[in-house]
T-cell receptor, first 116, second 111 residues
């Protein structure tokens, strides 16, 4: 009963390096989301997807790209990492938009990313 | 933009009641949520309330909504050490794809 799985769990990058964070869900959810969590700021939406092959910008999309080639996977890419992107990244999925009402968002355990 | 605010810390003794407060600014908020985050884990939905409700109770959890004052609270009865976590308030509207989170309240339960 995996739910939402994020890989890797931890990563340290140097400024300018690129990397991809992977999110996989096995619940056949249509909607998937990437958030970042910073101290004292709660979660902020980076990008989201309302279905396979679709992506859209959230509140803080700059410096990130995403792809949803398969329904179960949602990838978050950093093309040229910057220290300001040091954060904990959470992926979530839901059956309906935003998990409204009794269709909640299911979260992964997070990826802790440090940019030196 | 629209904001969700909550105090950052709350400390209670085991067996007492905990009350975590949240205020929001978007008058068109449709759903309001409480999530719990334990160390090293993602967010887990605890409960939610629709904006036309004043109160919702679920076992030890009671959610109160004052829509006029845009104030949401979560009361945990008989607080246990296992309730120690960060609690996030969040709100959303039906017409957009954004959910706004507060910064989280770190609840510490002392034995």
């Amino acid at each position: 009963n995996a739910g939402v799985t994020q890989t890797p769990k931890f990563r340290v990058l140097k400024t300018g390096q690129s990397m991809t964070l992977l999110c996989a869900q096995d619940m056949n959810h249509e909607y998937m989301y990437w958030y970042r969590q910073d101290p004292g700021m709660g979660l902020r939406l980076i990008h989201y997807s309302v279905g396979e092959g679709t992506t859209a910008k959230g509140e803080v999309p700059d410096g990130y790209n995403v792809s949803r080639l398969k329904k179960q996977n949602f990838l978050l890419g950093l093309e040229s990492a910057a220290p300001s992107q040091t954060s904990v990244y959470f992926c979530a999925s839901s059956y309906s938009v935003l998990g409204t009402g009794n269709q909640p968002q299911h979260f992964g355990d997070g990826t802790r990313l440090s940019i030196l | 933009g629209e904001d969700v605010e909550q105090s950052l810390f709350l400390s209670v003794r085991e067996g007492d009641s905990s009350v975590i407060n949240c205020t929001y600014t978007d008058s068109s908020s449709t759903y309001l949520y409480w999530y719990k985050q334990e160390p090293g884990a993602g967010l887990q939905l605890l409960t939610y309330i629709f904006s036309n409700m004043d109160m919702k109770q679920d076992q030890r959890l009671t959610v109160l909504l004052n829509k006029k004052d845009k104030h949401l609270s979560l009361r945990i009865a008989d607080t246990q050490t296992g309730d120690s976590a960060i609690y996030f308030c969040a709100e959303s509207t039906t017409n957009n794809n954004d959910m706004r989170f507060g910064a989280g309240t770190r609840l510490t339960v002392k034995p």
